[in-house]
C-alpha cells in the first residue's frame, strides 16, 4: 500500500489521475497536464508536496555538523529563516541526496528532503549526526504545499493575518518565516515566484481549499515536472545521484571549497575540479518534431552520452532535455530516437525564465 498526504481524498473529490510516486500516491494531473503547466507560468498553481520530509536539527553544535554534512556553506546562512540549497555527498563526492537548509537559530536548523530518498538520508543524517550530539527530529506532523507562479503570492497574502502578510510581503528570494501557524518559505521547483508553505496536518485541507477558492490551481506531478525541467532544475534519481558528482550534474554554483572546511567528499571534488570533471551536463533543444526522453542516446565528437531528464515544453511548444555527454567541444550533437539519429542543439539552461524563452533556446 503506497503512502497517502492528508491531502488524498481532497485530491480524487478534484477527480485526479493518482500515480505511485516514490512509494506515495500522488496526483498526476487533474485533467490537462498542459493546462495546469500554463496556470503556473501566467497565474498561480499548487502542488501538494507534503511527501516531502522535513527534519529538525537541534543541538550547539549542529552548523558544525552541517558544515561536515553538505557541500555548500552554511556560513553564509546569517539571518534567522536564510535559506540555502546544496547537496548531500558520499565520501566518493557522489550526491546522496539534494536538499534546502534552513538557519533558525544557532541551535536549530531546518532541512527539507526528497520523499524517494527519505530512508537513506535519515540513516545518514543520524549516522553523522552522532558525532556532533545533535539531535535529528523527523517532522511527519507536518503537510507542505506549493504554490507558484507570477500572482502566487499576492493570493497567499490575501489568506493571510495582516501580520503574518505584512512579514511574508517582505520576504527576500530564499528565506522564510513563520505566522498563523505557518512556516512560509520564498522558494520552490517551477521557476516561478511563489512559496513553499509548511503546514500542519490538520489545518492543511482547509488551507488547500481556501487557495482553491482564492483561484489557485491545483497542478500534479506531470506539470511540476515540465516546469523545473524548464526552469533547469535538477530532479534527483533521473540527473544526478550517488555515482554523479556535483560537477557532473551541473550543481558546480552549490559547492562551496571554502578554506578549513572539510565536508565529506570535498577531496574527490577538490581533484574534479582540478582535473576538470569526465562528463558534464548539458540543455539540449530538438527543432524538429519528436520527444526528448531518459535513457535516449546521445552522440558527439567525444563519444556517446545519455539523455537524463526530457519532455516536451508546452511554454517553448518544442522537446527539451538534460543529457550528460563527455566534457570538451562536442561537435555535432545528435539523439538516437527508435534508431534514427535527429539533429539538436545544445543550450544554456533554464531554457525558461520569467514565464518566457531564455536567450538562446
Not at 498542459?34 to 502542488?47: C, L, T
Not at 533543444?285 to 563519444?303: E, M, S
Request: proline fraction near 4%.
Amino acid at each position: 500500500m503506497s503512502n497517502q498526504t492528508v491531502l488524498n481524498a481532497t485530491h480524487r473529490a478534484l477527480g485526479a489521475k493518482m500515480v505511485d510516486f516514490g512509494g506515495w500516491d500522488m496526483p498526476i494531473s487533474y485533467g490537462s497536464q498542459i493546462e495546469e503547466h500554463h496556470a503556473v507560468r501566467r497565474d498561480a498553481g499548487m502542488f501538494d508536496v507534503s511527501h516531502m520530509t522535513v527534519v529538525d536539527l537541534r543541538g550547539a553544535r549542529v552548523r558544525d555538523f552541517l558544515r561536515r554534512l553538505v557541500a555548500n556553506s552554511v556560513d553564509k546562512l546569517k539571518v534567522s529563516g536564510k535559506a540555502l540549497y546544496t547537496c548531500m555527498l558520499n565520501e566518493q563526492g557522489g550526491v546522496i541526496d539534494d536538499l534546502i537548509v534552513y538557519f533558525q537559530s544557532e541551535d536549530y536548523f531546518r532541512i527539507v528532503v526528497n520523499a524517494a530518498t527519505r530512508d537513506k538520508d535519515l540513516a545518514w543524517i543520524q549516522a553523522q549526526a552522532k558525532h556532533f550530539d545533535v539531535s535529528v527530529s523527523e517532522r511527519p506532523e507536518l503537510a507542505m504545499i506549493a504554490v507558484q507562479g507570477p500572482h502566487a503570492r499576492a493570493k497567499v497574502h490575501g489568506l493571510l493575518t495582516a501580520e503574518t502578510a505584512a512579514k511574508a510581503v517582505k520576504l527576500g528570494k530564499f528565506v522564510a518565516c513563520a505566522g498563523d501557524g505557518l512556516f512560509i518559505a520564498r522558494t520552490g521547483y517551477t521557476g516561478e515566484d511563489g512559496y513553499e508553505i509548511i503546514v500542519p496536518q490538520e489545518q492543511a485541507v482547509d488551507l488547500w481549499n481556501r487557495l482553491h477558492a482564492a483561484g489557485v490551481v491545483p497542478a500534479g506531478l506531470g506539470a511540476r515536472d515540465t516546469l523545473r525541467l524548464e526552469a533547469g532544475m535538477n530532479l534527483y534519481g533521473q540527473d544526478m545521484d550517488e555515482t554523479v558528482s556535483p560537477y557532473e550534474a551541473a550543481l558546480a554554483w552549490t559547492v562551496a571549497l571554502d578554506e578549513g572546511r572539510d565536508f565529506i567528499g570535498r577531496g574527490v571534488l577538490e581533484q574534479q575540479k582540478a582535473a576538470g570533471s569526465p562528463r558534464v551536463m548539458v540543455g539540449l533543444v530538438l527543432d524538429d518534431k519528436g520527444v526528448l526522453r531518459h535513457g535516449q542516446r546521445v552522440t558527439t565528437a567525444n563519444g556517446d552520452g545519455e539523455i537524463l531528464s526530457g519532455t516536451f515544453s508546452p511554454t517553448l511548444g518544442k522537446a527539451i532535455a538534460f543529457a550528460r555527454i563527455p566534457a570538451g567541444e562536442p561537435g555535432q550533437v545528435q539523439v538516437d530516437i527508435r534508431g534514427k539519429l535527429l539533429p539538436v542543439r545544445v543550450v544554456k539552461f533554464p531554457f525558461v525564465r520569467d514565464g518566457k524563452p531564455c536567450d538562446g533556446v
